[in-house]
Structures are given as structure tokens and as C-alpha cells.
């Protein structure tokens, strides 16, 4: 899978473009623009690649990941795939047609091409917060940063849910690298050896 990393957006989001290099099919995940010229850049990566876009993916429902959605879907004519605990939030977002939609249930998938990311459900930051698991990564939207975490204090986050979603994300392989929602990228061994909130030798362990 090739993943090629847009920050996009006043809240530096970063949008994901994932590709099967044999078919060339291709996801957007999260693409978070304030502003459509911000869009250039990533239509001319897909144009330059002649790559197929299939589905834009959301790993929650924030504006800073989906205010772009409506810009894609016009362009390429395909679903919003989102958790159903978080749709509302497409539902509300201004030109986007829901439906045609995916809802991304714990334990469904997405697959483009010779690529498969596992939907894991990861409530905390947002009820539908969702984790994409593939075989060497994992797209950690705002539950799992380098070195932090998402906040749980928005409307609908929970800190009891956060818990048991970080929970899973390290039980997950220690070699998978982490493209999260904002900020660098990481490594699941890195984040449990040094996330102050996965650590179990800090003293504000977190669980
Ligand atoms: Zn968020
Ligand atoms: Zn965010």
C-alpha cells in the first residue's frame, strides 16, 4: 500500500491518500480542507498517479476531517464512508449526497484494489470514531497521536471509551506504523514504550 500524506486545513488534519500500487485504486481519508484550493495538490497527485479513487473514508465525523468531503464526491462520484454512530455529522456537512454512502460497522472493512484496512471501532474522542487496520499500518484518526491521545471533552466523548479504545490499539502487532489524525507519524512499539498515556511505568498511567 502506498500512503501519501497531506496536512491539510487551519487545524493541520492530515489527510491520507492510500493506494494499491498493482490496480491503482486509491481512498481519501479525512480530507479536512478550509479551503478548496487546498485541494490542488491532492487532485494532482491522483491525477499525476492515474489513480482510481474508490471511496473517501472518515475516521470521525470532526469538520477539521470532513469539510472537504462534498469537494471529493463531486469530483469522483463516490461514497462517504463513515461509522453509523458518527454519519449525523455528513448528514449536516453542506453538498455532500448521503446516501450514496458506506457505513463502517467494528469489524467491516475497505478494500481498494489488493488492499484491505480492517474497520476497528474506536469510541472515545467521537461515538464513531473508527481505526483502519491494515497489515503493516494503522490509521489512528484522533484516538492515538505520537506521544498523545484525542481529547474526550467534545460532545459525545468519553473517557471510560477512550480507555478501552487505546486498549485494543496496543493489543494490535507492535510493528505497525501509525498515520494518526494530526501530527507525525509513529510506530504502535514506540507509542507504548513512550506514550505518557500507554505507559504503564508513568505515574499517570493512563489505565
Ligand atoms: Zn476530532
Ligand atoms: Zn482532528
Known amino acids: 500500500m502506498h500512503i501519501e500524506t497531506f496536512t491539510v486545513g487551519m487545524l493541520s488534519t492530515n489527510c491520507y491518500v492510500a493506494s494499491s500500487p498493482e490496480t491503482k485504486d486509491a481512498i481519501v481519508i479525512d480530507p479536512g480542507l478550509d479551503f478548496s484550493s487546498e485541494a490542488k495538490p491532492i487532485f494532482d497527485f491522483l ?3 492515474k489513480l482510481k479513487v474508490k471511496f473517501i473514508v472518515n475516521t470521525h ?5 470532513i469539510k472537504g468531503d462534498a469537494l471529493f464526491q463531486q469530483k469522483y462520484s463516490v461514497p462517504i464512508c463513515i461509522h453509523p454512530l458518527d454519519a449525523h455529522y455528513i448528514v449536516a456537512l453542506e453538498n455532500a449526497r448521503f446516501p450514496p454512502n458506506v457505513m463502517l ?6 478494500k481498494f484494489g489488493s488492499e484491505t484496512l480492517k474497520v ?6 467521537t461515538p464513531g470514531s473508527i ?3 491494515g ?3 494503522v490509521f489512528t484518526g484522533d484516538t492515538l497521536f505520537a506521544g498523545g491521545i484525542g481529547r474526550t471533552d467534545f460532545p459525545g466523548g468519553s473517557l471510560t471509551d477512550m480507555r478501552a479504545s487505546l486498549k485494543k490499539l496496543i493489543g494490535l502487532p507492535l510493528n505497525l506504523l501509525v498515520y494518526p489524525g494530526h501530527g507525525e507519524a509513529s510506530i504502535i512499539v514506540e507509542e507504548k ?3 505518557p498515556f500507554l505507559n ?3 505515574e499517570n498511567v493512563f489505565f
Open 47 to 49: 491525477d499525476a498517479g
Open 61 to 65: 465525523g470532526h469538520d477539521d476531517h
Open 105 to 110: 460497522e467494528n469489524g467491516g472493512s475497505v
Open 120 to 125: 476497528l471501532h474506536a469510541p472515545g474522542h
Open 131 to 133: 481505526c483502519l487496520v
Open 135 to 137: 497489515e503493516k499500518i
Open 193 to 195: 514504550r513512550s506514550n
Open 200 to 202: 504503564s511505568r508513568n
